[in-house]
C-alpha cells in the first residue's frame, strides 16, 4: 500500500487521503474507449469516459485504477475533451481492500441531469513492456510483449467499451483472443486491423469496480508486436545546475547512465557483423550506435567525458541564444557517438555538460530584490524512461530567502551547502530527487532567492584578504636578518 | 499548480538578469587589475625598510595591490570558463 501510495504521489496534482464512497447512483457511462499507443519504454494509454449524470448537480466523478497499472503509471492527466485546463484529481482510497484504487476527479461545471460529459484520462505507462525472447543474437529483430487487463474497470455502470491497441509497426506477432466473454458481446471479441486491435465492443457491464466481478470476468491480454526503435532506459541521471553572478552564468552538468532495454545480447559482439550492417545500412533496431540529444538554445563550452577521458566522436551544432520570454522551439543538436555501440543489455555511463548565458533563464525582480531563475528538470530523449533522477540546483554564495516551485512533487527534496573555488561560506543546493521521469516531465523548476551586494563581494574581499596576508608576510620577512654573520673568534 | 503558473508568468515578465559588469569586458578587466596588481607589487618590493614602527608607505600600497588583485583573480576565473 505504500509503495504504491509512493507512485500516486509522483503524479497526482492534489493528493488528499480521504475516503469518498463513490455512489453509484451519480453517473452511467454510455460508452468507455480504450487507446493503447504501444512503444518501447513508454506506453501512452487514453481512455475516454462518456459519462451521463443521473442526479442533479453531479461535480465528482471516479475514476478506477487497478493496483498493478498504478505502479506502472508514472504521469497521468484528466481533461474534458476538447479544453486544455487539466482537472483537479484526488486520490479516493480503496474500496473494501480491492485490488484498485479511486480517483476523483472534480469536475468544473456540474453536469446537468441526462447530459454527457467526455472525460478523456491520459497516463504513460513505463517498464510496462519486456524484449520477448528475451535474447537476440546481433542481427536477430527486436519484439516486445505488453500485458494490460482486458476490461476497464468503474464504479458505475457501462453501456459499451473497447480497447484499442496500436502498434507502432503492423507486425503482430501474436495477441490474446479473450475466453468466455458471451455475457459481453455475441460476435467475435477481438478483431485485428492494419496495426489497430481491438478488443469489443463489450456491452452492458455493470459495476465493474467490485472484488467479484474482478475474480470472475477479469483476464489478461497480451500483444507481441515488432518494434523497430531502440528501447531506451536512462538508469540514472544526476544534473548539477550551478549559477554564477560573476560569470552570469548557468552550468548545467549530466552524469547519466544509460541502458539497452532491448532483448540481451545471444552469443559474441562481432565487430564485423556491425561494420557490415552499417555499411549496408541494415542495422538492427537493438543496436545503438549514436545518440542525438536536444539541448537548449545559446550553449557553449560544452563537454562530454566518460571513465576513460573525453570522448572525440561526438558534434555540436549550436542554436544562436534566444531570450528568456521567446516562445520559439529553437535547441542545439548534439550528437553523441559513444566509444563502443549500445547493444541489449549493456550500460554506457558519461558525463554531459554546458554553460549557458544566465541572461537565458534568470529575471530580477526590482521592487523585491528576488531573482528568479529557470533549471529544466532533464533533457528529453525522445521515447525514453529516467529511472533515477537527481536535480541539484547550486545557487550564488551567500542566497537568502531561497524558495522552489516543483512542475510537480519530488520524492524527496534537501538542502545542504557546497564548498567550490573561491567560496568562504559555502554555497546554498537544493537537491530534489525523481523516479520514473518521462517526456511529459520534462519541466523546468522555479527558484527565486536573494542575493544581498555584500554576498556578491565575498569572493574578491575573500581573495583580497589572502593577497594582503602574503604582503604583510612579505613585510615582516625583510626584516629578518637572515645573513650568515663571521662569527669573530 | 496555480503557483507554479504564477511563478513561471513572473518570470516571463520580469526583465532578464544583468552582471554587475558586463561580461564581455571581463577578460579585459582581468588583464588590467591583474598588470595593476604586478606593478604595485614590484613597488612594494622596491620600498625601503622604514625605521619608525608604522610602514607609512607599505602598508596602503598592499592594501590597494590586494583589492585590485582580488578583482583581478575574480575576473580571471571568470574569463578561464571557471564560473565562479
Known sequence: ?489 | MADYEAIKALHHSLPPFQPVVNVGLLPYIAFLLLALTFVLAFYFSTLPKSTSTIPTKEVPVALVASVLGGFGVVAMFCTVGVYV
Open chain 1, 1 to 489: 500500500m505504500l509503495q504504491c501510495w509512493r507512485a500516486l504521489t509522483l503524479f497526482l496534482l492534489v493528493s488528499a487521503a480521504s475516503v469518498f464512497a463513490a455512489s453509484s447512483l451519480s453517473f452511467e457511462n454510455s460508452a468507455i474507449v480504450r487507446t493503447v499507443d504501444l512503444g518501447g519504454s513508454l506506453v501512452h494509454v487514453t481512455t475516454t469516459f462518456a459519462a451521463k449524470a443521473l442526479e442533479p448537480k453531479a461535480s465528482a466523478y471516479t475514476i478506477t485504477l487497478p493496483e498493478d497499472e498504478i505502479q506502472r503509471t508514472s504521469w497521468l492527466e484528466v481533461k474534458i475533451k476538447g479544453q486544455q485546463q487539466p482537472l483537479t484529481v484526488k486520490y479516493g482510497g480503496a474500496p473494501a481492500d480491492g485490488k484498485f484504487y479511486n480517483l476523483d476527479v472534480q469536475l468544473p461545471n456540474p453536469v446537468e441531469v441526462d447530459s454527457t460529459v467526455n472525460i478523456v484520462l491520459e497516463t504513460i505507462q513505463t517498464h510496462a513492456t519486456y524484449p520477448w525472447p528475451e535474447r537476440a543474437a546481433q542481427q536477430d529483430e527486436q519484439s516486445l510483449k505488453y500485458n494490460t487487463t482486458l476490461f476497464v474497470l468503474s464504479p458505475y455502470k457501462t453501456n459499451v467499451q473497447r480497447t484499442k491497441v496500436k502498434s507502432p509497426s503492423p507486425e503482430v506477432r501474436s495477441y490474446t483472443t479473450p475466453k468466455d466473454v458471451d455475457a459481453f458481446t455475441l460476435e467475435s471479441p477481438v478483431t485485428k486491423s492494419g496495426a489497430t486491435i481491438t478488443y469489443g465492443p463489450y456491452n452492458n457491464l455493470p459495476v465493474s469496480a467490485t472484488n467479484e466481478w474482478v475474480t470472475k470476468n477479469q483476464q489478461l491480454i497480451g500483444i507481441h508486436y515488432k518494434y523497430d526503435y531502440p528501447v531506451l532506459e536512462l538508469t540514472q541521471v544526476k544534473r548539477v545546475a550551478e549559477i554564477s553572478h560573476w560569470g552570469a552564468n548557468l552550468n548545467i552538468q549530466d552524469d547519466i547512465v544509460l541502458y539497452n532495454a532491448g532483448p540481451e545480447l545471444k552469443g559474441h559482439f562481432s565487430r564485423l557483423e556491425h561494420q557490415t550492417q552499417s555499411f549496408y545500412k541494415r542495422a538492427a533496431a537493438h543496436v545503438i550506435p549514436a545518440l542525438s540529444l536536444h539541448l537548449p538554445a545559446g550553449i557553449h563550452d560544452v563537454y562530454y567525458y566518460d571513465l576513460v577521458g573525453n570522448v572525440s566522436t561526438s558534434r555540436l551544432r549550436a542554436a544562436p541564444s534566444v531570450p528568456k520570454n521567446s516562445r520559439s522551439n529553437q535547441y542545439s543538436v548534439m550528437e553523441l557517438r559513444p566509444r563502443y555501440p549500445l547493444l541489449g543489455g549493456w550500460n554506457y555511463t558519461f558525463t554531459l555538460g554546458w554553460d549557458s548565458p544566465l541572461a537565458d533563464s534568470a529575471s530580477y525582480d526590482a521592487s523585491t530584490g528576488k531573482y528568479i531563475v529557470q533549471v529544466p528538470i532533464m533533457t528529453d530523449v525522445p521515447g525514453s524512461v529516467v529511472n533515477e533522477c537527481e536535480v541539484k540546483i547550486i545557487l550564488p554564495e551567500g542566497a537568502t530567502d531561497v524558495e522552489h516551485v516543483l512542475p510537480f512533487p519530488a520524492v524527496s527534496t534537501e538542502e545542504s551547502t557546497h564548498i567550490t573555488y573561491l567560496d568562504t561560506l559555502g554555497r546554498p543546493v537544493i537537491t530534489f530527487k525523481y523516479k520514473n521521469l518521462t517526456t511529459k516531465h520534462a519541466k523546468p523548476i522555479y527558484v527565486s532567492y536573494k542575493v544581498p551586494s555584500s554576498a556578491h563581494l565575498r569572493k574578491p574581499v575573500a581573495v583580497a584578504t589572502a593577497l594582503l596576508g602574503l604582503f604583510v608576510f612579505g613585510m615582516f620577512a625583510r626584516r629578518v636578518d637572515l645573513t650568515l654573520h663571521k662569527k669573530t673568534a
